[in-house]
């Protein structure tokens, strides 16, 4: 069973790129047959799926957020990394960081986009 941890900031400007980091514990990110994904849930709205980096490295974005996002991975520190360029205030969300094919969800964390 893998466990999930997202971190970074808290706090975003406007225009200023996005960065979290997803550490994941349990099992190496390059078995198969992961998916890691990136979801948030803005205030009072559902979910949305922003993309996925399979366990062999392909990425694959959301058509309405491909032009600004970019999802990779540190196998070295087993780590998966989203940034989103150009923040606005409707990216202000909880971020959470997820395998799809196990369900396993981390707790998520709350990213602010304001000046």
């Known amino acids: 069973q893998v466990q999930l941890q997202e971190s970074g900031p808290g706090l975003v400007k406007p225009s200023q790129t996005l960065s979290l980091t997803c550490t994941v514990s349990?099992?190496?990110?390059?078995?198969?047959?992961?998916?890691w994904s990136w979801i948030r849930q803005p205030p009072g709205k559902g979910l949305e799926w922003i993309g996925h980096?399979?366990?062999?490295?392909?990425?694959f974005y959301s058509p309405s957020l491909k032009s600004r996002a970019s999802i990779s991975r540190d196998t070295s520190k087993n780590q998966i990394t989203l940034q989103l360029n150009s923040a606005t205030h409707e990216d202000t969300a909880v971020y959470y960081c997820?395998?799809?094919?196990?369900?396993?969800w981390g707790q998520g964390t709350q990213v602010t986009v304001s000046s």
């Open positions: 980096i399979t366990y062999n490295g392909n990425p």
């Open positions: 997820a395998d799809i094919a196990t369900s396993e």
């Open positions: 349990g099992d190496s990110i390059t078995n198969a047959y992961y998916y």
